[in-house]
């Protein structure tokens, strides 16, 4: 029978050893689980998604442009109708051109007229010898039509003579404006026009049309005064015999135009003439050729291409629409994942950060519209809207970042926009040049009008590639083409110099946005007349000559290895401003004065030693000065001991244990971790070389004699002991890197260090300045 109890144990030995058992999670996988890999897809996505929806709204039109030359014929590709432009003008123009020019009556001529001859009738009322004489003069009245009005008058019995009279009136009038008198400009041009023209009556019959069609030849000229009297002659005959001479008299005395020629009207009526005509379309089937090759595309064939896009489009399935897109996505997301796959193996901070890889998909995604953008506000100026967003993504990048990583995304980014816009492959040759020669010039930002002589250059290399390309596909050159190509290279040269001109006005921006900082920043922070150097050198002299040795020293060494030399000599200059708050507290300060720390416990001392680390980073936090600075600040010692006060610290211990009557010491001493700076180690490379000259430097100035090989000597033991010590293990600095980095300190401390002639005693210094120079 088993033992339980043996059972018992042995099941809680299977326990512990399969959690001390690693998971067997394969590789691959392990590598997905890992935070910058995640950000990295999720970016990558991002891209593609959003270039895709880019390059989609891009194409979702016609891919030619007005004042387009074809290279190769167009044909449809898929049935369509379109409006014939020509046909449907010409009968546009037809149906405005059939509308007759509209008269209308003199208004006020037919009044007066109206209103005399409606008079007439108030005569009859009086005698004829009581009529006033200028009156019976001036409508030429007889005195058998005075009395033939009297007798009309009293025809009438029941009191309608009024009535009748004025029917009678409106009867002439309306056949006196039966025919239209026209003033001599208005008939000259009807005459000229020819055929018919309307008139607007302005008495019509209840049972008449209100206007009608007159023929020019029956039109009368009013200076025309044989044809007018003759006409008022033959219009005077409707009223009685009597009084025929009257009424024509009263016509005669002030002839006007009877109508007037009517613009407004004319020009409304020829307007919905014009409008109403419907277009006349032309049938095109597929294959059908919409334009000849070598063709400029004007305003009519733009319409008909956009037309039969618009049909593609609508016919277009689902199917085949989602295929399409697909493919133009599919190729985004292979480009994006290129980008991101360089990003992960090129050691680069942005997959760390995700603010920082989402400023550069953003960065790339807005480069992408403004193409798009640019494209569509200078479609015949293709090397100027659309270069320009790729080259200010590319020298953005330069300058945050480094010249591979620029270089890679740059021409990632120029494919991207060749994609997105359909463009051939000259176009890509043209952007890659223009990406390449600016990445190469930017290696260093040291002057404000670097990026101007960037863009400048740039502009030049991508208008002299554009060329060299225009003449591979058009090796017989005509006159048009050479004014093309003129056009397109000063395009792409300005378009280089736009965009070297807005980084450097937006470069403080850029800074900001992206956290860091660039030579130029770097070069003005070096600056010894920037307050927190001024204070350094009046409060602290010591420290600050000990900054001075330390960034020619970084310098030299980072130059060495490829590093950022300018960033580690500022970053040395301010590496110790928190000693400020105490100088007095660092033996370089102290100029052979009493040792402050005498009177303090080794704790005490320890703590304001530690301290100006913590005092440098809020200092430096109170002037603004950029992150990568402080991190100098704070890393410059890394998580190092502070070796003089852990061992007085110790020693002190011992004299204790030994009062205390112990006859040895227990060795036990205070703990190495409490006297170690708070860290952090250094992250960059620039920070390790900043860490190793700080330590070199204080050795190699207590050193009694600095020679050669003792500067040597002091430089590898302090390089191995930090190494040995860990203080690399956060950044990429390698054991080759750290071989360059010694030589170029040892290098850097005997210059620093050399040898000078000793004067003989007594003779002065010139007369050996002199003796010296002559044995030289």
């Known amino acids: 029978m088993a033992n339980p109890r043996s059972a018992k144990s042995s099941s809680a030995r299977r326990r512990e050893v399969r959690k001390k058992r690693p998971d067997r999670v394969p590789a691959w996988l392990a590598k997905l689980r890992r935070r910058d890999v995640t950000w990295a897809m999720l970016f990558t996505l991002l891209l593609a998604l959003g270039g895709g929806a880019i390059a989609i709204t891009a194409r979702s039109g016609t891919q030619y442009h007005r004042n387009q030359v074809v290279t190769e014929p167009v044909v449809a590709r898929v049935t369509f109708n379109a409006v014939n432009e020509e046909l449907t003008r010409r009968e546009k123009e037809a149906a405005r051109a059939s509308v007759t020019e509209v008269y209308r009556a003199n208004s006020r001529a037919l009044e007066n007229l109206r209103e005399e001859l409606l008079g007439l009738l108030g005569i009859a009322e009086q005698k004829f010898d009581e009529i006033d004489p200028q009156m ?148 095109y089937m597929p294959g059908d050729l919409l334009v000849p090759a070598e063709t400029r595309i004007d305003d009519q064939y733009f319409q008909l291409l956009q037309r039969e896009a618009q049909a593609f489009r609508s016919q277009e399935s689902w199917t085949r629409f989602l295929i399409a897109r697909s493919g133009l996505v599919g190729t985004l997301l292979m480009l994006s994942a ?23 998909t953003t960065l790339l995604l807005g480069g992408q519209a403004l193409a798009v953008i640019g494209a569509g506000m200078s479609p015949s100026m293709p090397f100027g809207g659309v270069t320009f967003p790729t080259l200010l993504v590319t020298i953005v990048l330069a300058v945050v970042y480094s ?244 061992h007085a610290a110790k020693k002190k211990q011992e004299e204790k244990q030994l009062e205390a009557g112990q006859a040895e010491p227990d060795g036990e001493g205070p703990s190495e971790f409490e006297f170690r700076y708070p860290g952090p180690k250094p ?44 203080q690399f293990d956060e950044c990429s600095l390698t054991l080759a890197d750290l071989a360059k980095v010694e030589s170029a300190i040892v290098k850097t401390l005997c210059a620093i260090y050399h040898s000078r002639i000793k004067y003989p005693a007594g003779e002065r210094p010139e007369r050996a300045d002199r003796g010296a120079a002559a044995t030289a």
Request: aromatic letters at 6%; charged letters at 20%; a negative charge.
């Open 136 to 283: 019976v003069e001036a409508v030429s009245l007889t005195a058998e039509g005075h009395a033939a009005l009297v007798d009309f008058q009293q025809s009438e019995q029941d009191g309608s003579a009024g009535q009748r009279w004025q029917q009678r009136v409106d009867l002439m009038l309306r056949t006196f404006f039966a025919v239209p008198i026209l003033s001599e400009a208005d008939y000259d041009a009807a005459v000229a026009r020819g055929g018919l023209i309307t008139v607007i009556h302005p008495l019509p019959e209840p049972t008449q049309p209100a206007e009608s069609n007159v023929f020019f030849s029956a039109l009368l000229n009013v200076e025309d005064h044989t044809a007018v009297y003759e006409r008022v002659e033959q219009v005077s005959s409707r009223m009685p015999d009597a009084l025929q001479s009257t009424v024509m008299n009263m016509l005669l005395a002030d002839v006007q135009p009877t109508y007037f020629y009517d613009d407004e009207t004319t020009a409304a009526r020829k307007f919905v003439a014009f409008d109403s005509t419907p277009d006349v379309y032309d049938s």
């Open 403 to 646: 010249q591979p990583f620029a270089l890679v995304l740059g021409a990632a980014h120029a494919l991207i926009v060749t994609v997105t816009l359909d463009k051939p492959v000259g176009f890509a040759l043209v952007l890659l040049a223009g990406v390449s020669i600016a990445v190469w010039q930017l290696r260093e930002v040291r002057s404000r009008s670097k990026l101007v002589v960037v863009g400048a250059v740039t502009g030049l290399v991508m208008a002299g590639t554009l060329t060299v390309v225009w003449l591979i596909d058009h090796p017989a050159m005509t006159l048009e083409q050479w004014r093309r190509l003129g056009i397109d290279a000063a395009a792409a040269a300005a378009s280089g110099f736009a965009a070297g001109l807005l980084v450097q006005g937006m470069l403080p921006l850029i800074e900001r946005a992206f956290k860091v900082t660039t030579a130029m920043t770097l070069k003005e922070l070096n600056d010894n007349a920037r307050p927190l150097l001024k204070r350094l050198a009046h409060e602290a002299p010591g420290t600050y000559q000990h900054s001075l040795r330390i960034a020619d020293m970084a310098e030299a060494a980072a130059d060495a290895i490829g590093c950022d030399g300018l960033l580690c000599r500022v970053g040395a200059m301010y590496h110790d401003i928190g000693k400020i708050n105490k100088p007095q507290y660092f033996i370089e300060n102290q100029g052979g004065g009493p040792n402050k720390h005498r009177k303090l416990s080794p704790a005490m001392s320890l703590l304001v030693i530690v301290g100006h680390v913590k005092d440098g980073v809020e200092m430096a936090r109170e002037y603004g000065l950029p992150r990568v600075l402080i991190h100098f600040i704070e890393s410059h010692h890394g998580t190092t001991l502070v070796e003089y006060f852990y």
């Open 683 to 726: 992250q960059s490379r620039e920070a390790a070389i900043m860490l190793i000259c700080d330590g070199i430097e204080a050795a190699a100035r207590a050193c009694d004699e600095p020679t050669p090989a003792r500067l040597q000597q002091i430089t590898h033991s302090i390089a191995m002991k930090r190494l040995l010590d860990g």
């Open 338 to 360: 290129a980008v991101w796959l360089y990003v992960l193996r090129s050691g680069s901070r942005v997959p760390h950060n995700p603010v920082r890889g989402l400023a550069v």
